[in-house]
């Protein structure tokens, strides 16, 4: 059974910083790729990263040179750090494993102000 599990997410300040971690299961994790995604009160869902099963990473322009994609293949996990956080970062992220169609609950980061 595939499974996603998300944490990390909580209230910071703008400006502060916070690390997401995605717990995979019942995949092959080291060969495929992941991504975490977030939605926005009112908004649709919408990509952050990703990163390919070799490593390599794409962002959206929003998060460029902010939030940092990677992944741990012997622990079955990615993770999303995000620095110099905005209010307008605050919504659920979800983590993605694009390959099975799956996703996780999502994680709750609230940006003050």
């Known amino acids: 059974q595939v499974q996603l599990v998300e944490s990390g997410g909580g209230l910071v300040q703008a400006g502060g910083s916070l690390r997401l971690s995605c717990a995979a299961s019942?995949?092959?994790?080291?060969?495929?790729?992941m991504g975490w995604y977030r939605q926005a009160p009112g908004k649709q869902r919408e990509l952050v990263a990703v990163i390919s099963s070799g490593g390599s990473t794409n962002y959206a322009d929003s998060v460029k040179g902010r939030f940092t994609i990677s992944r741990d293949n012997a622990k079955n996990t990615v993770y999303l750090q995000m620095n110099s956080l905005k209010p307008e970062d605050t919504a659920v992220y979800y983590c993605?494993?694009?390959?099975?169609?799956?996703w996780g609950k999502g994680t709750l980061v609230t940006v003050s102000s």
């Open positions: 993605n494993a694009p390959t099975y169609g799956m």
């Open positions: 019942g995949i092959i994790f080291s060969i495929n790729p």
